[in-house]
């Protein structure tokens, strides 16, 4: 998959792997920024106990 999106990006090779960098720093960005806060919240691991006053 990665290689039939590498062949069909336009460009010599420099501009192609430049060109890829971009999309994989803009991916990293939108998956930083939205999907992992949007997902935090479901996630059990964010549970913390830290402070908790239990009741006797």
């Known amino acids: 998959m990665y290689a ?3 062949r069909h990006l ?3 090779l420099w501009v192609r792997i430049l060109i890829s960098l971009v ?3 803009a991916a990293i960005l939108v998956l930083m920024e ?3 806060p949007w997902a935090n ?3 059990p691991w964010t549970d913390s106990t830290i402070g908790l006053v239990l009741p006797r």
């Open 34 to 36: 939205y999907v992992f």
């Open 4 to 6: 039939w999106i590498f």
């Open 10 to 12: 336009p460009g010599p």
């Open 41 to 43: 919240q479901f996630s």
């Open 23 to 25: 999309m994989i720093a």
